[in-house]
């Protein structure tokens, strides 16, 4: 025998976005219940793991919503639903506020503006995963106490499978606990589940040919069961193709202190990676999660390297929170470095000749102002390219870091799901990562993990209510 529930709503997943949904419904009278996989007070999810910074397209998520609505449209080159990113650019801000009136505390992260609003405490400045006590864990406990206090539930080691239909209408879910049937009848269902980053086959889909050789850079517990769920009984899915992460040292395949930290964005976008052939094959101007999106797409994932010199490794290499130079080194990741690029092309056991063309045609891009005539052209409005010239060479072999994926459920400005038809599926809504329609485009533009989770939240709470109060 199984065990039944009838709850007003229910959630599947204790992330931000799943924990927010359920805090706020109980606030608002109803009956909520949260669906966690994980079986541990403690379990693993990228809100546990997260750097904690709330912004929108890297800004302060206080700037005027007119601005952030820009900013998505730029960063985007357009891909993002309009309502999608109206709602995200009005109620980051709000969500902010609401975790504040929680008791969850905030610090300035840095200098820059889009780190006003970090999670405290925040993240150590050390390489590796250090999750324990940091602000994302400390949050998810205050609002699983939150939850409980006011009267709602979270089902931990929970797995939610099937979504529970009647008459095209969404009334509850079916799931497994320790191997016995759960169902779970509600009002409404929230799919809030975290992305598909963890589901191979789902990678291999839309993604990547070799979904295996990429570095889980987050919990790795997307697995997608809310966008199957969803997309069995109709669900439209949005901009599938995109993923967010960062490069790393391909050591961090089997070195965890080269994961989540330190990345190796900032050394890539000032030198040039190279294939297996030692040709450069993308833009290395348009940023890190760009990169990790193109050699996420390689037949081999694993066959890029980074190459740059000393100038890069003692200017760029030194930039952003947790630089490459030092954190690498002391990380352990092998660095081969060499007086000249034949003798690192023959560490690298490259084609002989072949990196040493590829640097010069680059340097004398660079030199001539003309990186936009290369094969791969590289754009310099955002990140400067440097000549690779200046002795030693050094070069890092990569892997592409999956935080999650953009893509996902396609929703309204209400939080929604959408069916084929552009029609909401009635009774079923998504928030955080499981949705698409937000991040991608053609340069994978990412706007912000935290916003994308978090904003969505409390209007979905409220929309369930109001429909309540209605029926
Ligand atoms: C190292 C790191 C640093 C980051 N830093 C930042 C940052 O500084 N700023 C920023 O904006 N973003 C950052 N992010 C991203 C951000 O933290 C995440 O995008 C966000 O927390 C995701 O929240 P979520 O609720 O959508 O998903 P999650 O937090 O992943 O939660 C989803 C939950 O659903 C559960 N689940 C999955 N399937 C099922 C199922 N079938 N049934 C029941 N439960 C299920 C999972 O176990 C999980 O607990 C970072 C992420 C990482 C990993």
New binding site residues.
């Given amino acids: 025998m199984g065990e039944s529930y009838n709850f007003d709503a229910a959630i599947?997943?204790?992330?931000?976005?799943?924990?927010m949904t359920g805090v706020r419904l109980a606030e608002l009278g109803l009956r909520a219940a949260v669906?966690?996989?994980?079986g541990q007070e403690r379990?693993?999810?990228?809100?546990?793991?997260?750097?904690?910074?709330?912004?929108v397209c890297f800004r302060s998520v206080n700037d005027p919503e007119a601005a952030l609505v820009e900013a998505i449209a730029q960063g985007t080159r357009g891909a993002a639903s309009a309502e999608v990113a109206q709602a995200v650019a009005k109620d980051t801000r709000t969500a902010v506020r609401w975790l504040k009136d929680k008791g969850i505390k905030f610090i300035k992260g840095g200098a820059d503006a889009w780190r006003e609003n970090?999670l405290a405490p925040p993240?150590l400045v050390r390489p590796g995963?250090h999750w324990e006590g940091r602000g994302?864990d400390v949050m998810l406990r205050t609002l699983a106490g939150r939850l409980q206090e006011l009267g709602g539930t979270l089902l931990l080691g929970?797995?939610?499978?099937r979504l529970r239909m009647d008459g095209g209408r969404c009334t509850g879910i079916e799931?497994e606990r320790q191997g016995r049937a759960v169902v779970v009848d509600a009002g409404s269902v929230v799919l809030?589940?975290?992305?598909f980053q963890a589901n191979l086959a789902l990678l291999r889909e839309f993604v990547s040919p070799a979904p295996e050789k990429l570095k889980q850079?987050?919990?790795a517990?997307?697995?997608g069961?809310?966008l199957q769920m969803a997309r069995e009984v109709g669900a439209k899915l949005v901009g599938m193709e995109n993923i967010?992460g960062h490069l790393l040292a391909r050591e961090a395949m089997h070195n965890d202190a080269l994961w989540?930290?330190p990345m190796l964005d900032h050394v890539c976008t000032a030198g040039i990676v190279v294939d297996g052939a030692a040709r450069r094959f993308m833009d290395e101007g348009l940023g890190g999660v760009y990169m990790t999106n193109c050699i996420a797409r390689l037949h081999d994932p694993l066959a890029a390297t980074v190459v740059y010199d000393e100038t890069i490794w003692n200017g760029p290499a030194r930039d952003f929170i947790l630089p490459a130079n030092p954190n690498l080194i002391s990380a352990g990741a092998t660095i081969l470095k060499s007086p000249d690029l034949t003798g690192l092309a023959a560490r690298l056991g490259l084609p002989q000749g072949a990196l040493e063309a590829t640097v010069a045609e680059y340097n004398a891009a660079v030199d001539a102002g003309q990186t936009m005539q290369l094969a791969f052209p590289r754009t310099t409005s955002t990140y400067k390219a440097y000549p690779v010239r200046q002795q030693p060479f050094y070069a890092v072999q990569l892997c592409a870091g999956i935080?999650?994926t953009m893509g996902g459920l396609a929703i309204d400005g209400t939080g929604r799901v959408l069916g084929q038809n552009g029609e909401p599926l009635p009774g079923l809504y998504a928030?955080?990562?499981?949705t698409g329609g937000l991040d991608g485009g053609p340069y994978a533009g990412y706007v912000?993990?935290?916003?994308?989770?978090s904003a969505y939240a409390l209007r979905i709470a409220g929309h369930i209510a109001a429909g309540r109060r209605v029926s």
């Fill in positions: 599947v997943g204790g992330g931000i976005a799943g924990m669906l966690e996989q994980g379990y693993p999810c990228n809100t546990r793991y997260t750097g904690g910074a709330f912004h970090t993240l995963l994302g929970t797995r939610a499978k799931a809030c589940d975290g992305g850079r987050g919990a517990t997307g697995g069961d809310g967010y989540p930290f935080t999650f928030a955080g990562c499981t912000g993990g935290l916003a994308k989770s």
